[in-house]
């Protein structure tokens, strides 16, 4: 194949420019002395500064909402981790019509937009009573995220050996057993994996979690969102370079180990 | 244990859980679209239809129509630029493509609202995008190239183009490139060839690309939020508004129900031709 158009890798080569320009774009200004994105006023490091050392209004807030992400992408991602799995292995080892119904179930939240979700979760909370908070958030993430891990577990079990849990049966192994020695160190990559994508979905969300949070209980998003509507959009740019190197370091070094794994086990 | 008993006790936890915290709450919002409000912004008693005579209001038929539009141009312009570098992609060796698709996914990763604020900031009337166009002189200093429809489209397709190029990837990936040679062998040209045998070649990625970028974009909130003004609201903002503004419950969820209908239809058409598509391989095996 001589004459191969060229236009195709030029379109890739663009969309990869597009992809990448503002994010460069953002971290230039990071450091950029000037109190609004424009002009360049001079070199500065005063924005990591000011977020670091933790004594200003911005920083104290900005702190607060990092703890609170991480204590709800925690716990979201350990409910759905167990809820998840339990989920795809009954749609892996059962086909009968609870599981068709089953199965409609857990795809629907992967179709339906962010913000139907959040009011109706919304709606569900005012109805009860329930006073919007921490509680609200978990229980709204672990929603979206038990569909994201039922579906790569589901995935990791199309390659799955049945015949091993056969084997530990004849020989002699109770269904616990079962569960610990075989079941979950031969499912364990994939329900890790799954519970990654949870975890980072759960730290991203942004409309679910502005619908069903309370004052007090502000997670990143919802921070860099009320930065930017009122207050210090420069103090953003600082704030997501942090972001934006813990992010990339972790994916990396995911992907790192997980194409690790692959080529140690080649799949036949 | 009986069988039956077992999948009951493992199904229940997942089903239970989405049955509570999903369809209750969808039923209830399609509930309380039928409900008043109190002055106090809360949800009265008894059932009306006021609300939806008041969702039917003159306004309203517009920014239906601007979230369509702009839902559907998204959609096209991803596609168009996804289906180019889904062959790019296909044809590269696979430790290239590896790192090509990390390179693709990697500002995925990035949070959502900070690449929506890259380009807040690019397109700032201080921004360096808007100087750079005036400086080459494609736009006056005046021009406000933030909050209009332009600049919500174009946030849309960058945050939604990785989305439309992983499903065409994974089609291009099973496309049998011999196939382009054999049309080219038939006296095709090289457009012809791609677009009457790759095009159709990768269809079902285009079924599910489309439906992954126009659904959610369907009901995309923030960016038009951030990016957008007055005059490019979707319908999204509108329950934003009615929900935090307004405190007007009962017409937030007269809306959701709207939205939940336009998201439905596109959903069984791809579940009709994928069952149609099944059905027909089916009877080839």
New interface residues.
């Given amino acids: 194949?001589k004459n191969r158009?060229k236009?195709?890798?030029f379109?890739?080569i663009?969309?990869?420019v597009?992809?990448?320009a503002?994010?460069l774009?953002?971290i230039i200004?990071s450091f950029n002395d000037s109190r609004?994105?424009?002009?360049w006023q001079g070199f500065t490091l005063k924005w990591y500064r000011t977020l670091l050392e933790a004594n200003s209004v911005e920083a104290r807030d900005i702190w607060r909402a990092t703890r609170n992400t991480l204590l709800v992408a925690f716990c979201a991602t350990i409910i759905s981790m167990?809820?998840?799995t339990?989920?795809a292995?009954?749609m892996y080892?059962?086909r009968?019509r609870?599981?068709s119904l089953?199965q409609m179930?857990?795809y629907?939240?992967l179709?339906?937009?962010?913000?139907?979700?959040g009011?109706?979760?919304?709606?569900?909370f005012?109805?009860v009573n329930m006073s919007l908070g921490l509680t609200t958030i978990i229980?709204?993430h672990?929603?979206f995220c038990?569909s994201y891990v039922?579906l790569v577990v589901l995935g990791r079990l199309q390659d799955f050996d049945h015949t091993l849990v056969d084997a530990a049966r004849d020989l002699g192994a109770n269904g616990f057993a079962v569960c610990v020695r075989i079941l979950l160190p031969l499912l364990g990559p994939g329900i890790a994996a799954g519970g990654l994508l949870a975890f980072?979905l759960s730290?991203?969300d942004?409309?679910i979690t502005f619908?069903t949070a309370g004052p007090g209980s502000t997670t990143?998003?919802v921070q860099?969102?009320s930065m930017?509507r009122h207050g210090t959009?420069t103090l953003?740019?600082a704030l997501?370079v942090i972001?934006?190197i813990v992010?990339?370091s972790v994916?990396?070094f995911s992907?790192r180990v997980l194409?690790k794994r692959d080529n140690s086990h080649p799949h036949i | 244990m009986s069988r039956k008993w077992r999948?009951?006790t493992?199904?229940l936890?997942?089903?239970g859980?989405?049955?509570f915290?999903?369809?209750?709450?969808?039923l209830?919002?399609c509930g309380?679209a039928f409900k008043n409000r109190t002055i106090n912004g809360g949800?009265g008693e008894g059932w009306t239809l006021d609300t939806w005579l008041n969702v039917i209001q003159p306004s309203y038929p517009l920014v239906v129509w601007r979230t369509l539009w702009l839902s559907g141009l998204t959609t096209l312009i991803c596609l168009f630029?996804?289906i180019?570098?889904s062959?790019?992609?296909a044809r590269l060796s696979k430790e290239a493509r590896?790192w090509?698709l990390?390179?693709?996914?990697?500002?995925f990763?990035?949070?959502?609202?900070?690449?929506v604020?890259?380009?807040?900031?690019?397109l700032?009337s201080?921004?360096?995008l808007k100087?750079a166009l005036v400086w080459l002189g494609l736009a006056s200093p005046e021009a406000q190239l933030l909050y209009n429809e332009w600049a919500v489209l174009l946030v849309l397709v960058?945050t939604y183009?990785?989305f439309a190029?992983l499903p065409l990837f994974a089609s291009a990936e099973k496309f049998d490139f011999s196939l382009l040679?054999a049309a080219r062998d038939l006296g095709a040209g090289?457009l012809r060839a791609f677009v009457s045998v790759f095009i159709p070649g990768i269809s079902q990625g285009m079924i599910t690309a489309f439906?992954v970028v126009f659904?959610?974009v369907?009901?995309?909130?923030?960016i038009p939020d951030?990016v957008g003004g007055p005059t490019s609201e979707m319908i999204?903002n509108k329950?934003?508004q009615n929900?935090f503004v307004d405190r007007n419950?009962p017409h937030?969820?007269a809306l959701?129900t709207l939205?939940?209908l336009v998201?439905l239809l596109p959903?069984l058409y791809s579940i009709f031709t994928q069952r149609r598509q099944k059905r027909s391989t089916g009877r080839r095996s």
């Fill in positions: 194949m158009s236009f195709p890798m379109v890739t663009g969309v990869l597009f992809l990448y503002p994010i774009v953002l200004y609004y994105p424009g002009a167990v809820f998840g339990l989920a292995w009954a080892r059962f009968s609870l599981q089953h179930l857990v629907a939240p179709v339906v937009p962010d913000i139907l979700m009011i109706s979760l919304l709606m569900l005012v109805n229980i709204s672990t929603t038990i039922a980072t730290v991203d942004f409309v619908f990143l998003p860099v969102y930017m959009p953003i740019n997501s972001f934006i992010t990339f994916v990396i992907q194409q | 999948e009951w493992i199904t936890p997942s089903m859980w989405l049955v915290f999903f369809v209750i709450p969808t209830l919002v309380i949800i630029f996804s180019p570098v062959y790019w992609l590896n090509m990390l390179l693709i996914i990697l500002p990763w990035t949070n959502f609202l900070i690449r604020f890259a380009w807040w900031s690019l700032h201080q921004g360096w100087q960058y183009i990785p190029i040679d090289k439906v659904i959610p369907l009901g995309s909130y923030a951030i999204g329950i934003a929900v419950l937030a969820s959701a939205l939940a998201v959903v």
